[in-house]
């Protein structure tokens, strides 16, 4: 359910935006999100921790894990680190540009 819920948001986002640059901070938003929330389980109650377990995933390659295996598995996650590492060059290109002015 996670990852149908992922890729329907993933097509709105491309469909609505049409730019790279947007689809590439929507997955690296969605994936620092999951993981904030992958840190609050690991690091609050029980009950808390039960209800963040059972209904979020602990970040985007755990949703790849759980519906692909073998090689269309790891050709999703190399797609999915060429896309976090767009996502660095994105970062690291506007942090040198605000220095400049």
């Given at each position: 359910?996670?990852?149908?819920?992922?890729?329907?948001?993933?097509?709105?986002?491309?469909?609505?935006?049409?730019?790279?640059?947007?689809?590439?901070?929507?997955?690296?938003?969605?994936?620092?999100?999951?993981?904030?929330?992958?840190?609050?389980?690991?690091?609050?109650?029980?009950e808390?921790?039960?209800?963040?377990?059972?209904?979020?995933?602990?970040?985007?390659?755990?949703?790849?894990d759980?519906?692909?295996?073998?090689n269309?598995?790891?050709?999703?996650?190399?797609?999915?680190?060429?896309?976090?590492?767009?996502?660095?060059?994105?970062?690291?290109?506007?942090?040198?540009?605000?220095?400049?002015?």
């Open positions: 359910m996670d990852a149908v819920i992922f890729i329907i948001l993933l097509v709105v986002v491309i469909c609505f935006f049409r730019s790279l640059y947007n689809t590439v901070y929507f997955v690296a938003i969605v994936d620092i999100g999951l993981r904030l929330l992958t840190f609050i389980k690991y690091n609050t109650f029980i808390v921790k039960a209800f963040l377990a059972k209904y979020f995933p602990e970040n985007i390659p755990d949703i790849i759980n519906y692909a295996k073998g269309l598995y790891l050709i999703l996650v190399w797609i999915y680190v060429i896309v976090m590492s767009i996502f660095l060059y994105y970062t690291v290109r506007y942090f040198i540009k605000k220095r400049k002015y």
